[in-house]
Antibody, heavy 118, light 110 residues
Framework: EVQLVESGGGLVQPGGSLRLSCAAS????????MHWVRQAPGKGLEWVSV????????NYADSVKGRFTISRDNAKNFLYLQMDSLRAEDTAFYYC???????????WGQGTLVTVSS | QSVLTQPPSASGTPGQRVTISCSGG????????VYWYQQLPGTAPKLLIY???QRPSGVPDRFSGSKSGTSASLAISGLRSEDEADYYC???????????FGTGTQVTVL
């Protein structure tokens, strides 16, 4: 059974940084692309970033490009999201997600809440 | 803002059929498969339909998906109280080089 467990969320001041982690299990991690998707409280889903199985291909939403960095450690079965220069509008639940290919999302974690506020 | 457009709400009585539309463009739905997700209150999204019309194991056959051109739809037949949730469509977008989600539809069982 696919399991994705996010951690690292919390309260951070505007302009600050935070690093999210996602522990993956139940599948061969280095066979699949991985995504981050976020959802502001009471709002819809917003795709954030995707990384290919070996990290060779990466894409970001325009809203986070230049501020967020996605990475993965295939030896440890972990996905990461380094978030810098955080803004109030980055406040959201952040979900780690697994696809079948680079272009789709099939499985979701339970999410971790990031709050950007002074 | 979302690239895929859905109606904000849909409703029906138990047993009825409800259909949710998802309108996109040539760079997303017109070129790629559509995915549908169900999000129950306070929980993470869950895959409902993949590759536009395929159901994962465990998803009741009351749920069905279809795609035509640059639009897609999700149908829920035999509506049940446990179907009250938010529903989102999604597809890869070649112009944005990323996934795009629909605006979301809240389904209410009257």
């Amino acid at each position: 059974e696919v399991q994705l467990v996010e951690s690292g969320g919390g309260l951070v001041q505007p302009g600050g940084s935070l690093r999210l982690s996602c522990a993956a299990s139940g599948f061969t991690f280095d066979d699949y692309a991985m995504h981050w998707v976020r959802q502001a409280p009471g709002k819809g889903l917003e795709w954030v970033s995707v990384i290919s199985w070996n990290g060779g291909n990466i894409n970001y939403a325009d809203s986070v490009k230049g501020r967020f960095t996605i990475s993965r450690d295939n030896a440890k079965n972990f996905l990461y999201l380094q978030m810098d220069s955080l803004r109030a509008e980055d406040t959201a639940f952040y979900y780690c997600a697994k696809g079948r290919t680079y272009y789709d999302i099939l499985h979701w974690g339970q999410g971790t809440l990031v709050t950007v506020s002074s | 803002q979302s690239v895929l457009t859905q109606p904000p709400s849909a409703s029906g009585t138990p047993g009825q059929r409800v259909t949710i539309s998802c309108s996109g463009g040539s760079s997303n739905i017109g070129s790629h498969s559509v995915y549908w997700y169900q999000q129950l209150p306070g929980t993470a999204p869950k895959l409902l339909i993949y590759r536009s019309d395929q159901r994962p194991s465990g998803v009741p056959d009351r749920f069905s998906g279809s795609k035509s051109g640059t639009s897609a739809s999700l149908a829920i037949s035999g509506l049940r109280s446990e179907d009250e949730a938010d529903y989102y469509c999604a597809a890869w977008d070649d112009s944005l080089s990323g996934n795009v989600f629909g605006t979301g539809t809240q389904v209410t069982v009257l």
